[in-house]
């Protein structure tokens, strides 16, 4: 028998989720798996095919949960706050989290979301979310930290050319012009073109347009780039290995109350 038919004798005896994966000493999210990949399927029977006309019901079918929220469904928090990490994780904005979650006005709620995020039980839940998040779109942290050293590297020179010249000055009959002491009049004249865009990386161009002031090509910005990358280094930023053990993970430094944009 295999691992989840067996897990599945389990389950039918009224184990829960967590308990059979210690037992099979597997993930949380394996089991759900196999909950919706097996042991579902394990229950539909062929049954004969009847000459007789029913009456065809309108029956509402729930939907599966994504593993990680229901993984924070099963979790010891209560409803609202567990409405209020769902809405932290989508809106990145606590007070407007927790004035979804608990109904409540603008002013309550920016006092009692930052004291709700000092629970470390919502901490918790907010990081694996957020992590399952990056996982889920194959992110990882140093994937982040490549394109901020990409953009704190960033040169506009890499994109565009451009020079100077100088052109005599000539009159209307084509004549060079002199000045007061007989010297040629010299122009001095610049140009600037963009390379081709198969020749350049554009993920680093913020913006490029040619209006009536001229050609303009902007590049994410180098300095914020670099301070986030520095932010990371001294461990102060949302990046750090708090356990010293070389794994990098995600922390909360930049949920504190007063650091966060409500806007």
Known sequence: M???????????AGMKYKDIAEKYKVTLNTVKSWKSRYWNASKKVATPQKSVHTKT?????????????QELEDSDLNDKQKAFVREFVRLANQTQAYINAYDVDYETAMVNASRLLRNAKIQDEIKRLRT??????????FDLLDDLAKEARADIGNYVEFGSYDVLSKGQEGKIELDVDDNPIVNHMS????????????????????GKDGLVVELHDRNKARDTLLDWMLKKGRFSNDEGNGEVNITLDKFIPGEEDDN
Do not use: C, F, M
Not at 2 to 12: C, I, S, V
Not at 133 to 141: D, M, T, W
Not at 191 to 210: A, F, G, M, Y
């Open 2 to 12: 295999k691992k989840y038919e067996e897990a599945e004798q389990d389950y039918l």
């Open 57 to 69: 019901k309108k029956v509402a079918h729930k939907n599966e949960l994504h593993p990680a929220i």
């Open 191 to 210: 140009w600037i073109q963009v390379k081709d865009k198969s020749k350049v990386d554009t993920s680093l161009i913020k913006k490029i347009n040619k």
């Open 132 to 141: 399952s998040r990056l996982e889920e779109l194959s992110v990882g942290v």
